[in-house]
């Protein structure tokens, strides 16, 4: 089993920054890659950063420049994933959640609670 607790959500202005976490116990070495979705209302979840266990990071494209993903996992049972916003706009406002792809291990994914995002103009 893995535990994911999110944190960092927020309400910001337009062209300021956010940094989301996320942390992952248990077990943690079947993470093979972690990653930020978000779901904005009406529309459907997307992937928008992602970094495996070896550090290979991805980013859609419309957060690319803004957007950066990177982890803590010095440690066995624990993995911090965080992702850093800067130059927020409007349409980056959505409900973010954080994902531990463990497909190879156990079969599924887990996923965080979700963390609200509110971008201001």
């Known amino acids: 089993q893995v535990q994911l607790v999110e944190s960092g959500g927020g309400l910001v202005q337009v062209g300021g920054s956010l940094r989301l976490s996320c942390t992952a116990s248990?077990?943690?070495?079947?993470?093979?890659?972690m990653g930020w979705y978000r779901q904005a209302p009406g529309k459907e979840r997307e992937l928008v950063a992602s970094?495996?266990?070896?550090?290979?990071?991805?980013?859609?494209d419309s957060v690319k420049g803004r957007f950066t993903i990177s982890q803590d996992n010095a440690k066995i049972t624990v993995n911090t994933v965080y992702l850093q916003m800067n130059r927020l706009k409007p349409e980056d406002t959505a409900v973010y959640y954080c994902?531990?792809?463990?497909?190879?291990?156990?079969?599924?994914?887990?996923w965080g609670q979700g963390t609200q995002v509110t971008v201001s103009s």
């Open positions: 994902n531990a792809d463990s497909r190879s291990c156990v079969g599924y994914d887990y």
């Open positions: 248990g077990d943690t070495i079947c993470i093979s890659t």
């Open positions: 970094i495996t266990s070896g550090g290979s990071t991805h980013y859609v």
